[in-house]
């Protein structure tokens, strides 16, 4: 449930020159050059969008901009780590610096760190990639349903995200919380503290990113092996490539908690109990360094060439970076850029951050972590290395601004009603244009004709359309994977969110409900849009205008759970004890695994 956001605290940092690099001791002519490479580097991040003239940024500019405390990358080239540093540092109480040796949480990169340790298997004979991963799983089962009534899952299905499996992710547990053994996690029983881990489409039709099919497949490689998952990546992956500043052990041992960053909020502030555990190791649960992840990537593209079996053959390497459906292969995601191929995955945990990028067969990348959970400066930094060293297709090409006459703007400016309920407010500012969408920011348009524009922050482009009358009555709006169109609409037609936030909440509501109506799957009434509504209004202190939308989503879904968890709540805030019980209750009727509903039911009844 969307809880109501703290007040963010702006800290300012002050970083400590705490910037290594690998496998150069002395001054040489190589070294400088290495140095001239990283300075450009550091000084030259670049944003999404790339617009001729602009400026880059530092590595350090960004870190305080993002409130990142500390970074950490490794760059290869070659087939080899060509440069590694670090910045800041790896707790904002401690101020102790990062340095390479300092731990990361790898998020979702444990997941092909943990692909090549199934695959592993596979070549062993101790398990097939197409059999029934319930032919492996002793200590517990995947029930059976009427979607695997065809098809079974398969390991082949876990590790490409293909199985029909719910679950996308974790969050972990907070340091002190009691930890779930895996088959309380899969059947999201207590102490767990995710849903359980279920088929509900049938197997190897469709893409659908799932954490829990992941850690499906580390319970089974645990059941083969009878060993904990920690002790068997180690043997057969971490070990033979020498990432000796690796390992899935959760929760962190003392020793190695001593290397390890803390993980930080969006405001800078340090994660509840500095770190999460995550016995989801297979999913979440690798620390790492960016230096250890480098020697995983230049391995697996050796490999592919045939170069290097460490630990695996050129033809089940081959599996991790080949597309198994869509661009997802056992292991990697497959990023195209022009006709350039790059394997990668990124990460997430709760405080931390990450991106590995490799090119397929050029022998170049980089990793980058860090211990924030402002990821933006990972792609920023991502992208100096690819201008750096010229990386294939990779950066799109700058967009030039052209000059347009200010009086121009005059015939754009206006409202365009983008969908049922988001308008792109167009106006003009000391002679430049802007946009500003519903619950956005105001963003500067920058023109690249006389009728087309982009912005900085995103790769989208605006293209006023005129109409059979001559004057402009739309816009065409291209995304990168498709377009719409907005309707130019009059200054007093309101959308339902304005409504909403003009005291008009019985017409917004009627709208919704003719929404729903017209269009069911609409994104503008789904369930957890209209529930952070809700909280919108009650951050406002607008708590009858809160308990009518919440009542509205429990009208429109009736059979969820945390509609009447959202419901209660406001009833609770509103002072209106007898309605917030009923609808906790209902809520916990629904899903008897919703733990905070049930502490706040207790919290009311006084027991």
Same mark, same amino acid.
């Given at each position: 449930?969307?809880?109501?956001?703290? /007040?963010?605290?702006?800290?300012?940092?002050?970083?400590?020159? $705490?910037?290594?690099?690998?496998?150069?001791?002395? @001054?040489?002519? #190589?070294?400088?050059?290495?140095?001239?490479?990283?300075?450009?580097?550091?000084?030259?991040?670049?944003?999404?969008?790339?617009? /001729?003239?602009?400026?880059?940024?530092?590595?350090?500019?960004?870190?305080?901009?993002?409130?990142?405390?500390?970074?950490?990358?490794?760059?290869? +080239?070659?087939?080899?780590?060509?440069?590694?540093?670090?910045?800041?540092?790896?707790?904002?109480?401690?101020?102790?610096?990062?340095?390479?040796?300092?731990?990361?949480?790898?998020?979702?990169?444990?997941?092909?760190? $943990?692909?090549?340790?199934?695959?592993?298997?596979?070549?062993?004979?101790?398990?097939?990639?197409?059999?029934?991963? +319930?032919?492996?799983?002793?200590?517990?089962?995947?029930?059976?349903?009427?979607?695997?009534?065809?098809?079974?899952?398969?390991?082949?299905?876990?590790?490409?995200?293909?199985?029909?499996? !719910?679950?996308?992710?974790? *969050?972990?547990?907070?340091?002190?919380?009691?930890?779930?053994?895996?088959?309380?996690?899969?059947?999201?029983?207590?102490?767990? +503290?995710?849903? =359980?881990?279920?088929?509900?489409?049938?197997?190897? !039709?469709?893409?659908?990113? @799932?954490?829990?099919?992941?850690?499906? &497949?580390?319970?089974?490689?645990?059941?083969?092996?009878?060993? =904990?998952? *920690?002790?068997?990546?180690?043997?057969?992956?971490?070990?033979p490539l020498k990432m000796t500043n690796s390992t899935y052990s959760q929760p962190l041992p003392a020793d190695w908690r001593k290397q390890a960053a803390s993980g930080h909020r969006p405001d800078g502030q340090l994660v509840e109990g500095k770190i999460h555990v995550y016995p989801e190791m297979q999913a979440a649960g690798l620390w790492t360094t960016p230096t250890d992840l480098a020697k995983f990537a230049i391995e697996v593209e050796l490999s592919l060439a045939g170069q290097s079996n460490k630990v695996l053959s050129k033809e089940t390497t081959a599996k991790m970076?080949?597309?198994?459906?869509?661009?997802?292969?056992?292991?990697?995601?497959?990023?195209?850029?022009?006709?350039?191929?790059?394997?990668?995955?990124?990460?997430?945990?709760?405080?931390?951050? &990450?991106?590995?990028?490799?090119?397929?067969?050029?022998?170049?990348?980089?990793?980058?972590?860090? +211990?924030?959970?402002?990821?933006?400066?990972?792609?920023?930094?991502?992208?100096?290395?690819?201008?750096?060293?010229?990386?294939?297709?990779?950066?799109?090409?700058?967009?030039?601004?052209? @000059?347009?006459?200010?009086? /121009?703007?005059?015939?754009?400016?206006?409202?365009?009603?983008?969908?049922?309920?988001?308008?792109?407010?167009?106006?003009?500012?000391?002679?430049?244009?802007?946009?500003?969408?519903?619950?956005?920011?105001?963003?500067?348009?920058?023109?690249?004709?006389?009728?087309?524009?982009?912005?900085?922050?995103?790769?989208?482009?605006? !293209?006023?359309?005129?109409?059979?009358?001559?004057?402009?009555?739309?816009?065409?709006?291209?995304?990168?994977?498709?377009?719409?169109?907005?309707?130019?609409?009059?200054?007093? /037609?309101?959308?339902?969110?304005?409504?909403?936030?003009?005291?008009?909440?019985?017409?917004?509501?009627?709208?919704?409900?003719?929404?729903?109506?017209?269009?069911?799957?609409?994104?503008?009434?789904? #369930?957890?849009?209209?529930?952070?509504?809700?909280?919108?209004?009650?951050?406002?202190?607008?708590?009858?205008?809160?308990?009518?939308?919440?009542?509205?989503?429990?009208?429109?879904?009736?059979?969820?759970?945390?509609?009447?968890?959202?419901?209660?709540? $406001?009833?609770? !805030?509103?002072?209106?004890? #007898?309605?917030?019980?009923?609808?906790?209750?209902?809520?916990?009727?629904?899903?008897?695994?919703?733990?905070?509903?049930?502490?706040?039911?207790?919290?009311?009844?006084?027991?």
């Amino acid at each position: 449930m969307t809880r109501l956001v703290a /007040k963010f605290l702006v800290l300012l940092y002050v970083f400590p020159c $705490a910037s290594f690099s690998v496998s150069r001791a002395q @001054s040489t002519p #190589e070294t400088s050059g290495i140095e001239s490479r990283i300075k450009r580097v550091e000084q030259g991040l670049l944003p999404e969008v790339l617009v /001729k003239g602009d400026p880059s940024w530092s590595i350090e500019e960004r870190m305080k901009h993002y409130k990142v405390p500390g970074l950490s990358i490794a760059v290869i +080239n070659n087939h080899q780590i060509d440069w590694a540093r670090s910045y800041g540092v790896k707790d904002i109480e401690t101020r102790e610096p990062v340095i390479l040796e300092t731990l990361f949480q790898a998020g979702s990169i444990s997941k092909p760190v $943990a692909a090549m340790v199934a695959l592993k298997k596979v070549e062993q004979g101790k398990i097939a990639l197409d059999e029934n991963i +319930n032919n492996k799983l002793t200590s517990w089962k995947l029930p059976d349903n009427e979607f695997t009534a065809k098809k079974k899952v398969t390991l082949a299905n876990l590790l490409s995200h293909t199985g029909g499996l !719910t679950v996308h992710g974790f *969050p972990g547990y907070a340091i002190n919380e009691k930890l779930p053994t895996l088959p309380q996690v899969l059947d999201g029983s207590e102490p767990a +503290n995710t849903a =359980p881990v279920r088929v509900d489409m049938e197997p190897g !039709t469709k893409f659908r990113y @799932s954490g829990g099919g992941t850690t499906i &497949a580390q319970l089974a490689i645990m059941d083969i092996e009878k060993k =904990p998952f *920690p002790q068997i990546a180690n043997d057969t992956v971490l070990k033979p490539l020498k990432m000796t500043n690796s390992t899935y052990s959760q929760p962190l041992p003392a020793d190695w908690r001593k290397q390890a960053a803390s993980g930080h909020r969006p405001d800078g502030q340090l994660v509840e109990g500095k770190i999460h555990v995550y016995p989801e190791m297979q999913a979440a649960g690798l620390w790492t360094t960016p230096t250890d992840l480098a020697k995983f990537a230049i391995e697996v593209e050796l490999s592919l060439a045939g170069q290097s079996n460490k630990v695996l053959s050129k033809e089940t390497t081959a599996k991790m970076v080949t597309p198994f459906m869509e661009e997802v292969g056992l292991g990697f995601f497959i990023e195209k850029h022009g006709n350039a191929l790059y394997f990668g995955h990124g990460g997430a945990d709760e405080g931390f951050r &990450a991106e590995l990028l490799m090119n397929k067969d050029k022998g170049y990348g980089a990793v980058v972590m860090a +211990n924030s959970d402002n990821g933006q400066i990972l792609r920023e930094v991502l992208r100096s290395v690819a201008r750096e060293y010229g990386w294939e297709e990779f950066l799109p090409a700058p967009h030039e601004i052209v @000059s347009v006459d200010s009086a /121009k703007f005059d015939e754009y400016l206006g409202r365009f009603q983008v969908n049922p309920d988001r308008v792109l407010t167009v106006t003009k500012d000391a002679g430049k244009l802007y946009g500003q969408a519903t619950e956005a920011q105001r963003v500067e348009l920058l023109p690249v004709s006389e009728t087309s524009f982009i912005r900085r922050d995103q790769e989208i482009r605006y !293209t006023f359309v005129k109409d059979a009358a001559g004057k402009v009555g739309s816009i065409n709006i291209q995304f990168p994977d498709g377009e719409s169109q907005a309707g130019r609409i009059s200054d007093d /037609k309101l959308i339902p969110f304005e409504m909403l936030m003009t005291g008009k909440a019985a017409e917004a509501i009627e709208a919704y409900r003719r929404i729903k109506k017209e269009s069911p799957n609409a994104n503008v009434v789904a #369930e957890g849009r209209l529930n952070n509504l809700g909280y919108i209004l009650m951050r406002q202190n607008k708590l009858a205008d809160a308990i009518a939308i919440f009542k509205v989503n429990v009208e429109l879904y009736p059979d969820a759970w945390n509609v009447y968890d959202s419901l209660g709540e $406001a009833y609770m !805030t509103n002072g209106d004890k #007898e309605l917030a019980i009923a609808n906790y209750k209902k809520s916990l009727e629904l899903n008897p695994k919703n733990s905070g509903g049930a502490q706040m039911l207790k919290k009311l009844e006084g027991k």
